[in-house]
């Protein structure tokens, strides 16, 4: 039973358009999300989080919206880079615990 | 800057074998987490620790345990390795703000095989 889905396992955007990745929950009790970043044989990075009370999070080119009704969160990324090619992990929170999502990889094409 | 070191990127160990992973952090961080990432299943919460000597199961303890003697060293052992451990194993560590809802800073990965 999957708590976080991510559906897309993998995405191509073209270089200076906008990336959307998406992610849904099925928790109620998830009341803090992250996002992390991965590239190939380095451990994940911290990207951006948004609390339950929020719906939306910015930093710099990186935005999570979170629509709570639709149990949905998405990472927005404009403009894309190359360097933005990597595996993208979404990860819901409670109070001990944390579930990762199956991450989808985003190609940037030049 | 957070510093996560795991003793080896890449391991292969033989069916029955005691495998231990070591990770280390310089940060005095209280959390430390071992996940497991496979194709297909993304990232998997195997233990977690709180403080020294603490431990808490994550979604999939079964084959593993841990130990956690000094704050900045978080082990994991697999008491007897079997093929289905083959995988690459994350540690982590958070400071404790917020406990398990804190950014992560995860070490470069160990690949273990098991033959």
């Known amino acids: 039973d999957q708590q976080v889905k991510q559906n897309s396992p993998s995405l191509s955007v073209q270089e200076g358009r906008i990336s959307i990745l998406n992610c849904d929950y099925t928790?109620?009790?998830?009341?803090?999300f992250l996002w992390y970043k991965k590239y190939p044989a380095e451990g994940p990075t911290f990207l951006i989080s948004i609390s339950s009370i929020k719906d939306k999070n910015e930093d710099g080119r990186f935005t999570v919206f979170l629509n709570k009704s639709a149990k949905h969160l998405s990472l927005h990324i404009v403009p894309s880079q190359p360097g933005d090619s990597a595996v993208y992990f979404c990860?819901?929170?409670?109070?001990?615990?944390?579930?990762f999502g199956k991450g989808t990889r985003l190609h940037i094409l030049p | 800057d957070v510093k996560v070191t795991q003793s080896s990127r890449y391991l292969v160990k033989r069916t029955g074998e005691k495998v231990f992973l070591e990770c280390v952090q310089d940060?005095?961080?209280?959390?430390m987490f071992w996940y497991r990432q496979d194709p297909g299943l993304g990232l998997r919460l195997i233990y977690f620790s709180y403080d020294v000597k603490m431990k808490e199961k994550g979604d999939i303890p079964e084959g593993y345990s841990v130990s956690r003697e000094k704050k900045e060293r978080f082990s994991l052992i697999l008491e007897s390795a079997s093929t289905n451990q083959t995988s690459m194993y994350l540690c982590?560590?958070?400071?404790?703000?917020?406990?398990?809802?804190?950014?992560?800073?995860f070490g470069p990965g160990t690949r273990l095989t098991v033959l």
């Open positions: 990860a819901a929170s409670a109070d001990d615990k944390i579930i």
């Open positions: 940060m005095d961080h209280e959390n």
């Open positions: 982590a560590s958070s400071v404790t703000l917020r406990g398990i809802r804190d950014t992560q800073y």
């Open positions: 928790n109620s009790m998830f009341d803090y």
